[in-house]
């Protein structure tokens, strides 16, 4: 089942139970003259027209986008439950004046309330059904993320509430006559409705600002608060390779319309891009689905050079690679230290001077104290091999994987040229994992693998 139809049966059902709430509060007021029923009766009389309300709001709201509404009809959600809220207001309001009036006339005939178990029982199977049509209507209005229904469901938790206070006050106003007149207590109890009814409009007083607030920051596009630091947790911790510089979110009834600029190198190719994008919007969407996601570009200039940086770029200039760089400042002076990746069946000796002017070049760019090297093979150059390549290669590889206990491969590419092979295995992606945990996770099944499988290429597994 849709939302759109979840939305409808939800309202509808709240027009039939408040319409039958409505006729049940206002027949047991009149025969009892209780303030506090009648003043349930009304509040119930403008519930139903306010579910009435949301039912036409939400058929309304379903309506798809058009040329004059590119937005959808969802804002129709709110302007019903702004205009629930008003009505509200009017019936706090009667009650108060009301209350008032029976309050500060002379003798107690205004405040006499004929109680019967007819008032008892209303008011009992109207907290039954406030119950139930709350709880439900919260499900829905949450699922859905629907305004009207959310007003609605505040109408019935109110009820609630105001149900309970109407019962202890026509339960005050049964056994006021068994208490001594003119005692506090007698006194209190006769008074019992009228209070009792204060309290219900104090309580429609404070749903009317919850409600209004909500309607009215919806309606002026007030940044979902939630929303938006999903999508910025989001984007800090699953895209950190491109910035989030600002972040638009509205939501129109259901669906959110979201539109971020993220920063990203200013070499970026369009297609690449478009990419990215798309990425951003398939992240966004699993979070908050049914979102529509505007992603913009914006170029950032290259940072400037760290001295990180500048000392791969010296390497470079020397023909060989450099990892494991440790740059610090120490006592002595700063120092840096560097893995340099040289040829493995080259001689040291004819690297010596390369490796010497290296030192230097970072001690005079650096104003470094020392420069230390550390020498490994390039482990970027293919092997060669002198054993063949079994025919049942793939077979045996995915065997080794599974007997390992590692993931069964989505793809076994061997490339060769003679004798120089190597083996790529993709695995599928595990999510959750750190950069330090994927290394060590993938080191270990390439290790199973060396010790399983003949030597006959290079293995290397990633993910996909």
């Known amino acids: 089942m849709d939302a759109d139809t979840k939305k409808a049966i939800a309202a509808g059902s709240s027009v039939l139970w408040s319409a039958l709430l409505t006729v049940m509060k206002f027949v047991v007021g009149i025969m009892t003259g209780s303030l506090g029923i009648l003043s349930e009766a009304l ?16 058929k309304i709201a379903a309506r798809p986008a058009d040329a004059e509404h590119p937005y959808g009809h969802g804002r129709i959600e709110s302007l019903t439950a702004l205009a629930e809220t008003l009505l509200l207001l009017v019936t706090a309001g009667w009650v108060i004046m009301e209350a008032i009036e029976r309050l500060t006339a002379e003798g ?40 009207a229904l959310e007003a609605d469901a505040a109408h019935f938790a109110s009820d609630i509430w105001s149900s309970a206070a109407v019962l202890l006050g026509i339960s005050g106003a049964a056994v006021a006559h068994l208490t001594l007149e003119g005692s506090w207590l007698h006194w209190l109890l006769l008074r019992a409705d009228v209070l009792a009814s204060l309290a219900v409009a ?46 638009r979110v509205r939501e129109v009834g259901n669906k959110a319309y979201i539109e971020m600029v993220v920063a990203v190198p ?88 390369a490796i010497q002017a290296f030192r230097k070049e970072v001690q005079l760019r650096l104003g470094a104290h020392r420069v230390m090297v550390h020498v490994e093979p390039d482990l970027r150059e293919i092997p060669a091999f002198a054993t063949l390549v079994p025919d049942n290669w793939e077979q045996l590889v995915r065997q080794a994987m599974v007997s390992g206990g590692a993931p069964i491969p989505s793809a076994v590419n061997l490339y060769t040229n003679g004798e120089r092979r190597f083996c790529f295995i993709s ?6 994992l750190s950069v330090q945990e994927s290394h060590e996770r993938l080191s270990a099944i390439n290790k199973k693998l060396r010790a399983t499988l003949p030597p006959v290429a290079r293995i290397i597994v990633g993910y996909e």
Not at 47 to 53: I, K, N, S, T
Not at 205 to 217: A, M
Not at 308 to 331: D, K, P, S, W
């Open 202 to 247: 104090v309580l429609i007083l404070h749903i009317c600002w919850q409600l209004g607030c909500t309607s009215i920051n919806n309606l002026m596009d007030k940044t979902d608060g939630e929303a938006a630091r999903t999508v910025r947790t989001l984007m800090a911790e699953r895209m950190p390779a491109y910035p989030l510089q600002s972040l």
């Open 266 to 353: 200013r070499e970026l190719h369009v297609d690449t891009a478009h990419d990215i994008s798309e990425a951003i919007e398939e992240l966004i969407e699993k979070a908050l689905p049914g979102a529509e996601t505007a992603v913009h570009m914006h170029p950032r200039d290259a940072a400037a050079d760290t001295h990180e940086m500048i000392v791969r770029r010296i390497a470079l200039t020397h023909r060989f690679g450099v990892h494991g760089l440790v740059l610090m400042h120490a006592e002595q002076g700063y120092t840096v230290f560097a893995d340099l990746e040289l040829p493995a069946d080259a001689s040291l000796d004819s690297w010596h001077v």
């Open 43 to 58: 509040h119930s009389a403008l519930d139903m027209l306010a579910a009435l309300g949301t039912y036409f709001a939400v």
């Open 108 to 147: 107690t005939d205004a405040l006499h309330v004929e109680t019967n178990v007819w008032a008892f029982v209303v008011i009992i199977v109207s907290l039954l059904v406030d119950i139930s049509r709350a709880r439900m209507l919260k499900r829905v209005a949450k699922e859905t993320k629907s305004d």
């Open 427 to 432: 695995i599928p992606r595990e999510h959750g």
